[in-house]
């Protein structure tokens, strides 16, 4: 990676140069020649019901008539660098990186990227996943922050050199403008506001102190010279997607941890499990130089204490927040919670990365209303799943036994390791996962994998081939699909299930095979990339994109970075809104009334929002010109 610009790269991109997978063979050509889009769809996979397959094969306007459980009349593509929603919805922004959350913070300043000693008193950078809380009858909601733009956030820096970090100063402001915010909000005749100074008001980030809990912790493997008891990590890293307990806490996910870490010796050796979480002597932002718990030359176990699940309670502004191991350490995108029969926990979760796995925890204790949570999600069994090509699928279950481990606290600190051992099914980039409020089913965004092919493997050595009948069924798939599945029973807490694909992302304009998509993609909605996802409380499917959008070659027609709507029980979709050029559009929550939905934009480019000098990641509210319930 010496000598390449890495500023500009998404952290898939940033990946592929750390770890270079095989070039897309002829066995792409072969599976599109042999997957004609009507065989294709004859076959094991299911998408929908027939009768809306064959109705929406017709449409070829984003404007064709509407499923009567839509509330708003499907918008076009769009390609420029601002938001659009239906006619009778409303749009602002609530707030933009560098807006004060305290009144003692600089206002935000376009020539150096805001204050460098408040920016952990600010709204952070790149906004993503994000939960509403009600807090005594306050609104409060948790916001994640991913990563940082170096040449925005440091923009004193110039030329294409591979980093702007030159100072120890530098390297602190970054870290302190990721994380998490946590934020007080009010609604006015106008639209909405944060409430600066408010006492729920919170930044956590890359140095707050944290507790560590459930089978890893105080491991060997997690201790360090500043933590020798391994209880106690500072911060969390590259926080992409969210979840929300079921007694009113966040649960934000580090995802792309493994950039953070490097080596100020480059021939230091990488311990043992580094290569399969792309850890590496180099890092993005050079950390290491200035902070030598993120050199594996000086703290080599520090890598180990990141990739988990972090709880958060915003309802009280001096709680630790805790690491629970037991939900594993990947690339997690989010935490989807829903209950057991029998009340246990069950918590879903997607490792995003080519040919990684789907999870599932399930707590030994049982949840009841006011009870005690404290450890239901420290004990526990994690689970990786198995997808068959008959529609059935079973989870397996990740312990010493199943995967041949020393213990379970070895399984929560290497679970890729852990999943491989047991014969998980490699998947498309399993990011958001969603449960139906409505249905007993669940959902996994695939993102994409244009690296499947013969011969590709993921970074432990298992197979990535396309196999028809999979969830995974295309081979160089730069679309992304959608897999659905409906536990047996209708018990999440159940071993077994059968699934489908609810839709496969595609471009009808440009192919007649499996890369058109299913029947329920059209050239009134296609999109490609599904990334962030929420259920309504109607069991709607809001679906939010992360993909190409050059609007060229296969992405022709697809337009910007989108948000659309899915009904699960006719298969339908529509496009409710598009984003600014350049950005993704991730994360989405509801005001307590359902009537306004709060969504994220990151990384947008050109003057968003508002005539902007520099482009500034937001979050926005959306909500009905009439008052009633959004959607």
């Given at each position: ?72 009349r499907p918008i076009d593509i769009q390609t420029d660098f ?269 490792d995003d990365e080519r040919g990684e796995f789907l999870y ?143 839709v496969m992302a595609g471009n009808p304009d440009v192919h ?120």
């Open positions: 990676m010496k000598d390449t610009n890495t500023r500009h790269l998404s952290w898939d991109e940033w990946d592929e140069l750390r770890r270079p997978a095989p070039e897309t063979t002829g066995f792409d050509k072969v599976v599109a020649a042999a997957m004609s889009r009507r065989s294709f769809m004859t076959r094991v996979v299911a998408f929908g019901s027939a009768a809306t397959a064959l109705n929406l094969m017709g449409s070829t306007s984003a404007q064709a008539q509407t499923a009567s459980r839509f509330a708003f601002t938001i659009h929603v239906p006619e009778g919805y409303d749009w602002d922004v609530l707030v933009s990186w560098g807006d004060p959350l305290f009144s003692d913070a600089a206002p935000w300043d376009p020539t150096n990227g805001g204050d460098a000693a408040t920016a952990d008193r600010v709204f952070g950078e790149n906004t993503d996943g994000m939960e509403l809380f009600e807090v005594d009858g306050k609104q409060v909601i948790a916001v994640n922050h991913e990563y940082v733009n170096e040449d925005i956030n440091l923009p004193a820096a110039t030329g294409e050199s591979a980093r702007n970090v030159d100072s120890a100063e530098d390297a602190m402001k970054l870290m302190n403008l990721q994380g998490v915010t946590v934020m007080e909000i009010s609604e006015t005749d106008t639209g909405w506001d944060v409430v600066v100074d408010s006492p729920f008001n919170r930044r956590i980030t890359n140095n707050t102190p944290i507790t560590l809990s459930g089978p890893a912790a105080g491991h060997a493997l997690l201790q360090t010279s500043a933590d020798p008891a391994g209880t106690t990590v500072l911060g969390t890293l590259n926080n992409c997607g969210a979840g929300k307990t079921l007694w009113g806490t966040y649960l934000t996910c580090e995802e792309n941890f493994n950039g953070y870490f490097g080596a100020t010796d480059p021939a230091t050796t990488m311990p043992e499990g580094f290569d399969r979480y792309g850890i590496g002597a180099e890092s993005r932002y050079a950390y290491e130089q200035y902070d030598p718990r993120f050199d594996i030359t000086a703290e080599p176990n520090e890598a180990n204490r990141f990739g988990f699940v972090v709880e958060i309670d915003p309802t009280d502004p001096a709680s630790t927040p805790i690491k629970r191991t037991a939900l594993g350490r990947f690339k997690h995108e989010n935490a989807a919670m829903t209950l057991a029969a029998d009340n246990r926990v069950v918590v879903y979760l997607g599932r925890y399930v707590s030994n204790g049982t949840y009841s209303e006011g009870g005690d949570t404290s450890t239901l999600l420290d004990d526990g069994t994690l689970y990786v799943a198995q997808f068959d090509v008959d529609g059935t699928g079973a989870w397996l279950p990740l312990t010493s036994e199943t995967t041949g481990m020393d213990d379970l606290a070895m399984v929560c600190i290497h679970t890729r390791q852990a999943a491989s051992a047991v014969g998980a099914t490699t998947m498309d980039r399993p990011e958001w996962v969603a449960v139906s409020t409505t249905l007993s089913e669940a959902y996994c965004c695939l993102t994409n994998n244009s690296k499947r092919a013969a011969d590709a493997v993921n970074a432990g050595g298992d197979a990535m081939q396309a196999q028809d009948g999979t969830p995974n069924p295309r081979a160089g798939n730069e679309y992304g699909q959608i897999v659905r599945w409906r536990p047996t029973c209708t018990d999440h807490g159940a071993d077994t299930f059968s699934w489908d694909l609810y007649d095979d499996a890369y058109a998509g299913s029947a329920n993609v059209t050239p009134g909605n296609m999109f490609n990339s599904p990334d962030g996802m929420q259920v309504d409380s109607n069991g709607m499917i809001w679906i939010q994109t992360d993909g190409d959008d050059s609007n060229e070659g296969g992405f022709a027609g697809m337009g910007n970075n989108q948000m659309l709507v899915g009904d699960p029980e006719t298969g339908e979709i529509a496009r409710f809104m598009t984003g600014p050029k350049g950005s993704e559009v991730t994360g989405l929550t509801w005001s307590a009334d359902k009537k306004t939905a709060f969504v994220g934009i990151q990384h947008p480019s050109g003057d968003f929002p508002n005539a902007s000098p520099v482009p500034r990641s937001s979050v926005v509210w959306v909500r009905r010109q009439d008052g009633n319930v959004i959607g």
